[in-house]
């Protein structure tokens, strides 16, 4: 088979793994940031564990994903400026995001998150690229549970119109 048999991490990434891996790593270096200021506006202590257990999450991927591109010798994404830590109460109460909408916010990021692993994985051809997606994938759908039962739990879930059949 030439230059794709053997070892996974001695194969050339091809031109779509260094894209969407480059791009998911900014994306998630980008989302760290952010949750690092929701988490600022987050009042509930469940909310916040989970939003520290989502940043703990995040700084993982980053890590594996810089290993990767590094040892590829491809250039990483500029990294932002973390967030300072402030004091909810200090936030004026009109310009706080609420509990319930970072939990929407949470869902939409780890939703986006989910479709772009499975993406990534879709167009991989090297198995360990495609594990490291597919493990980030199980983690991030994990975390879409617990945050979808936290949501319900909690009263902050905005379904959808529900469709009820009627009986004839």
């Not at 780890?110 to 594990?131: P, T, V, Y």
């Not at 936290?150 to 004839?168: F, I, R, Y």
């Amino acid at each position: 088979m030439g230059i794709l048999s053997g070892n996974p991490q001695e194969e050339p990434m091809h031109y779509g793994e260094v894209f969407c891996t480059w791009g998911f790593l900014h994306a998630a270096k980008l989302a760290l940031i952010s949750h690092q200021t929701l988490l600022n506006h987050t009042g509930d202590e469940d909310l916040r564990k989970f939003l520290t257990s989502v940043m703990d999450n995040a700084k993982q991927e980053i890590e594996q994903l810089e290993k990767l591109l590094k040892e590829n010798e491809i250039a990483l994404p500029p990294s932002p400026p973390e967030r300072p830590n402030a004091d909810l109460e200090s936030i004026p109460v009109g310009a706080r995001f609420n509990d319930p909408e970072i939990a929407a916010m949470l869902s939409a990021d780890i939703g986006a998150g989910l479709i772009a692993c499975s993406k990534n994985m879709a167009q991989g051809i090297r198995e360990d690229i495609i594990m490291m997606f597919d493990q980030f994938h199980t983690q991030k759908a994990t975390l879409g549970g617990k945050l979808l039962r936290m949501t319900k739990e909690k009263g902050w879930l905005v379904p959808p119109p529900l469709h009820l059949s009627k009986a004839e």
